[in-house]
């Protein structure tokens, strides 16, 4: 049997590389769409059991408490439009950071108002037997700004259209 060349290696490296990137790019968008989808299950279920979210300063420990804690948060939404950007990712082995620009925008139950949230998402992940998964992540809040929902042209049936996309 023969070794494999060094460029043979960095070829197979390279690959490896990039489906990881693409496996965490992944469950990235698993994220934002259950989010998007005001689903606290599929949300929670990305994380370790013993994940850790923080968000504009508030720590939850625990893939139960995520889920219990994006339940109650996401029952306060009557739209919230998760979008994750321009991620840089560095895989180390079985470990992997990444970082990601977003931008929220909500509505509130009963508001008049569109809150658009910019911000970003610092990561830290793990490689376990079912994939990558979120070990750590931290929301930063860059600004806020508010829109009248008057002001815009709103389908009031898009939320009747939301379906879970496999």
């Not at 370790?48 to 306060?76: C, H, L, P």
């Not at 009963?110 to 911000?119: A, E, Q, R, V, Y």
């Not at 990561?123 to 930063?140: I, N, T």
């Amino acid at each position: 049997m023969c070794k494999p060349s060094a460029e043979e290696e960095s070829v197979d490296s390279a690959v490896k590389r990039l489906l990881d990137e693409n496996d965490i790019r992944a469950i990235t968008a698993v994220y934002s769409d259950a989010v998007s989808h005001l689903d606290a299950g599929r949300a929670a279920s990305i994380y370790i059991d013993a994940g850790i979210v923080e968000i504009t300063g508030n720590r939850i420990t625990g893939r139960a408490a995520i889920e219990a804690g994006m339940r109650q948060s996401f029952a306060e939404f009557r739209l919230l439009q998760l979008i994750a950007h321009g991620g840089l990712i560095v895989v180390e082995g079985d470990h992997a950071r990444a970082r990601w620009s977003t931008i929220e925008l909500t509505v509130r139950q009963n508001s008049t108002n569109l809150n658009i949230i910019f911000g970003r998402y610092e990561d830290k992940l793990v490689r376990l037997s079912e994939g990558w998964r979120f070990e750590h992540r931290v929301f930063s809040m860059a600004g806020r700004s508010q829109v009248e929902l008057g002001k815009l042209q709103f389908d009031p049936t898009f939320f009747d259209t939301l379906t879970y996309f496999t």
